[in-house]
């Protein structure tokens, strides 16, 4: 999820409650929150923790499937 800035990060939640209600979707319950100053000019993800992050959530979601 990207958003505004810092303090943004509960932006998503109205997104993600009509996903669920709208919609039916399944949601899962995490999510890694980044701002702009994490991607360089070609969008790619710079900081290694937030890529780290990344990894952990698709092993997690993996192993819900």
Avoid at 17 to 25: A, V
Avoid at 42 to 52: A, G, R
């Amino acid at each position: 999820v990207t958003a505004g800035g810092q303090r943004s990060y509960m932006a998503p939640l109205g997104f993600i409650n009509s996903l669920m209600i709208d919609f039916r979707c399944i949601i899962v319950p995490r999510f890694v929150y980044v701002t702009g100053e994490h991607f360089n000019e070609e969008n790619d993800i710079i900081n290694q923790d937030i890529l780290d992050r990344i990894t952990q959530l698709t092993i997690a979601i993996k192993s819900l499937i």
